[in-house]
T-cell receptor
Framework: DAGVTQSPTHLIKTRGQHVTLRCSPISGHKSVSWYQQVLGQGPQFIFQYYEKEERGRGNFPDRFSARQFPNYSSELNVNALLLGDSALYLC????????????FGNGTRLTVT | KQEVTQIPAALSVPEGENLVLNCSFTDSAIYNLQWFRQDPGKGLTSLLLIQSSQREQTSGRLNASLDKSSGRSTLYIAASQPGDSATYLCAAGANNLFFGTGTRLTVIP
C-alpha cells in the first residue's frame, strides 16, 4: 500500500508569491494534518482536517489556509510568502481522531528567496 | 501549552551498545506519546505509539515507556546498529502533536 504522498518534493518561490502544497493520505485514512518543520527544530502543527472539516488550527497567521477534498486528499495554501516560511512542510494522515498513530509523508521542501 | 524537551540533543555510541533517549513533557494530560525517526531531509517514520492508559510499547529492538506522573518517556534501543543513525523525535498529544527538537543519534561501526 502506498504511504502518504506529497507533491511537489521541492519548490522555490519568491517573497510575496503564493504556494499550494498537496497531500494524498494513506488509503482508508480520513484525517489529514499539516506541520511545518524549520531546520533544526521539531515539526509545528498547522492544521488538522477530518471528514473535510477543520478540526484544529495551530498558531499560524491567516496567510496559511487548507482544505480537504471528498477523496480525503488535502491542499495547504500559503499567501504572501515570507523568507521565514522556508521550511519542510509535512503532511500526516491517520485513521481517525486522537487515538490512532500519525503517518507522515516525506514532505515538501519550500525555499522562499 | 504543552512543551516537550528531549535530552541529549546529540549522542554518539559504538555499534552494539544499548542506549536510552529521554523525552519530557509539561502537561501530563496527554492523549498519546509517539516516537518517530527522521532521516536527513526526509519525513517522519512512526516507531511506537503509547496511549495515555498504557505504560510501554515494544517493537523489535525498541522499547518505549511512559510515566505520566513524572512527565517522562524513554526510548530504549537495544544492540544499536549503524542503520539506527537518525534523529529521534518524541511528540505528545493526539492529532495535534507537540514535538521536541529531537536527539540526533550516530552509531559508529
Amino acid at each position: 500500500d502506498a504511504g502518504v504522498t506529497q507533491s511537489p518534493t521541492h519548490l522555490i518561490k519568491t517573497r510575496g508569491q503564493h504556494v499550494t502544497l498537496r497531500c494524498s493520505p494513506i488509503s482508508g485514512h480520513k484525517s489529514v494534518s499539516w506541520y511545518q518543520q524549520v531546520l533544526g527544530q521539531g515539526p509545528q502543527f498547522i492544521f488538522q482536517y477530518y471528514e473535510k472539516e477543520e478540526r484544529g488550527r495551530g498558531n499560524f497567521p491567516d496567510r496559511f489556509s487548507a482544505r480537504q477534498f471528498p477523496n480525503y486528499s488535502s491542499e495547504l495554501n500559503v499567501n504572501a510568502l515570507l523568507l521565514g516560511d522556508s521550511a519542510l512542510y509535512l503532511c500526516a494522515s491517520s485513521l481517525g481522531l486522537d487515538v490512532s498513530p500519525l503517518h507522515f509523508g516525506n514532505g515538501t521542501r519550500l525555499t522562499v528567496t | 501549552k504543552q512543551e516537550v524537551t528531549q535530552i541529549p540533543a546529540a549522542l554518539s555510541v559504538p555499534e552494539g551498545e544499548n542506549l536510552v533517549l529521554n523525552c519530557s513533557f509539561t502537561d501530563s494530560a496527554i492523549y498519546n506519546l509517539q516516537w518517530f525517526r527522521q532521516d536527513p531531509g526526509k519525513g517522519l517514520t512512526s516507531l511506537l505509539l503509547i496511549q495515555s492508559s498504557q505504560r510501554e510499547q515494544t517493537s523489535g529492538r525498541l522499547n518505549a515507556s511512559l510515566d505520566k506522573s513524572s512527565g517522562r518517556s524513554t526510548l530504549y534501543i537495544a544492540a544499536s546498529q549503524p542503520g539506527d543513525s537518525a534523529t529521534y523525535l518524541c511528540a505528545a498529544g493526539a492529532n495535534n502533536l507537540f514535538f521536541g527538537t529531537g536527539t540526533r543519534l550516530t552509531v559508529i561501526p
